[in-house]
């Protein structure tokens, strides 16, 4: 049912369909990499190459440029989004942003800009892999509550120690 078809050894390899839809998986290669065939249903497009690999997605100077990851109730419920006008990154889940990496490079969760008096998390990166900040918190963790642990330190699966707060007290704890 193809207006095109290509046919090798006898097999169906890729079709043309009326809707101008290219069926079939396809696999561009330069160089086999010796990496074998990808497993778990991610093999409708392969690109392949023995030595660096990528993939460009070019688009206007003032538009997004994604990846949409759909099921048969949404085609876009997850997101991958670069912002051209403004320079930042953007990742959805369950049709909602969140996270964002700033063209600074400083990086939201849960929220879309870096507030150091109302973030969910916010890291701000001077970009020597040290976060610091000179006018602000290089972390800052905000409750919605007043009272509560906010940092619980872990090793080996021991708890070693918290901070917690109750109204106005930030109390430190060692085990």
């Not at 206007?60 to 403004?86: K, P, Q, R, T």
Request: hydrophobic share 30%; net charge negative.
């Amino acid at each position: 049912n193809a207006n095109m078809l290509f046919i090798s050894g006898g097999n169906d390899v890729v079709g043309i369909g009326n809707e101008g839809d290219l069926g079939v998986g396809l696999h561009i290669k330069t160089a086999d990499c010796g990496g074998g065939t990808p497993g778990g249903g991610r093999d409708n497009l392969i690109i392949e190459d023995s030595g660096s690999t990528g993939m460009t997605i070019i688009g206007g100077a003032s538009n997004d440029i994604g990846i949409a990851f759909g099921d048969s109730g949404n085609a876009s419920i997850g997101m991958v989004n670069y912002n051209n006008s403004s320079n930042y990154m953007q990742f959805n889940t369950n049709n909602s942003e969140r996270m964002r990496i700033h063209d600074g490079g400083d990086i939201s969760i849960a929220r879309t800009t870096v507030d150091s008096t109302n973030a969910g998390i916010s890291l701000e990166s001077a970009g020597t892999g040290v976060f610091v900040r000179s006018n602000g918190p290089c972390l800052l963790l905000n409750r919605i509550t007043n009272d509560g642990e906010i940092i619980r330190i872990v090793q080996d699966g021991t708890t070693e120690g918290t901070i917690s707060t109750s109204g106005s007290t930030v109390s430190y704890n060692a085990f």
